[in-house]
């Protein structure tokens, strides 16, 4: 059985998630219906227990195999410790979802809304919200880069600088991708306010993003196409597993939801593509990026299946743990939260 956090802002930060997240599934599963009605089908639930649910654990909504969307999922997670009070952190509560459409014309999204709680009282939020085409649409990314600003008119000029900040990739000179919006410890001492912003930023992500994939779902399809999207796909794996300080925490804080933590891992990546990377990167990540390599195969398009995300996940936990000093080579906005060190 999953516990829930005993902290009141904790239970009323994942009530209004948990309602994002029926709500954007909803969307996706309307949209898929009216692209494609004859493979529309529902979201599968799958729930994961941190220590038996003894503290908390999560559910998220995965897409149907088949319609169409590459990969989807819709990560809810609330990790508590209660019964533990000599750990710094209290609860963290959490929304993260990526949606990688099967149409290359179709881009990619990603999503993560937190409230980080420690026991002194202290709390905060990361708000994330960013569009990733495999092949960029200026009206796409225009219509996306609004809604947020709209949503969060004081926040959206820092917001925007510290994305583009996060999600460039240094050994590829180029960013993740279009448009990032990334508030990381927000806090500004009114609960209710800062709430309410990060609602208000995930529901404006969340309505023009299903805009813009049911518009794009439409667009023909040009023979160059899949390569393209081979092409990012192995990007944002890249990006994922070297750079992105979110993934590796997860996995370095507990190994119980491996697949769940790589639920953003497209379908199919490049990994020859890979090969050619680790030649960019600095040592030691270098040696992470080959593993990545062995894991996967250095075919010209390998499957990544929920056994290659464990050996991936056990790839990154051991070259950190190798090699802990390689952290400082992630990426960082301006302020670099301590997650570890919070759970340990």
Request: a negative charge; proline letters at 6%; aromatic letters at 8%.
């Amino acid at each position: 059985m999953r516990t829930l956090a005993e902290s009141e802002r904790a239970q009323a930060a994942l009530d209004f998630i948990v309602d994002l997240q029926r709500g954007f599934a909803a969307g996706l599963e309307r949209v898929q219906k009216a692209l494609d009605p004859a493979r529309a089908a529902p979201f599968e639930t799958v729930e994961w227990l941190r220590d038996g649910g003894r503290h908390g654990g999560g559910e998220r909504k995965v897409a149907p195999a088949g319609g169409i969307f590459d990969r989807g999922s819709i990560n809810v997670s609330q990790v508590h410790y209660d019964d533990l009070p000599e750990k710094k952190l209290a609860s963290a509560t959490a929304l993260s979802t990526i949606i990688h459409p099967a149409h290359p014309r179709c881009p990619s999204v990603h999503i993560h809304l937190s409230w980080t709680e420690l026991r002194d009282g202290f709390g905060y939020w990361r708000i994330m919200a960013d569009l990733n085409p495999s092949i960029p649409v200026d009206a796409d990314r225009e219509a996306f880069a609004e809604a947020l600003k709209q949503a969060a008119p004081g926040q959206y000029a820092e917001a925007a600088r510290e994305g583009d900040r996060y999600f460039y990739i240094p050994a590829l000179e180029r960013h993740r991708g279009v448009t990032h919006f990334y508030l990381e410890s927000f806090a500004s001492g009114d609960w209710s306010a800062d709430a309410t912003l990060a609602r208000r930023v995930g529901t404006a992500a969340i309505d023009r993003y299903l805009e813009i994939l049911e518009r794009a779902g439409r667009r023909p399809e040009e023979p160059e196409d899949r390569d393209a999207q081979l092409e990012y796909h192995t990007l944002y794996l890249f990006q994922v597993l070297t750079l992105d300080r979110g993934t590796t925490s997860g996995l370095l804080v507990h190994d119980q939801n491996d697949v769940g933590i790589l639920g953003s891992l497209p379908s199919h990546v490049s990994g020859a593509r890979l090969a050619e990377w680790a030649e960019r990167v600095p040592s030691p990540q270098d040696r992470l990026v080959r593993q990545l390599v062995e894991v996967l195969g250095g075919g010209p398009r390998v499957p990544v299946d929920e056994s290659q995300k464990r050996a991936l996940a056990q790839a990154v936990r051991a070259h950190y743990r190798a090699h802990p000093d390689a952290l400082s080579q992630q990426a960082s906005a301006s302020v670099v939260p301590p997650t570890v060190q919070n759970h340990a």
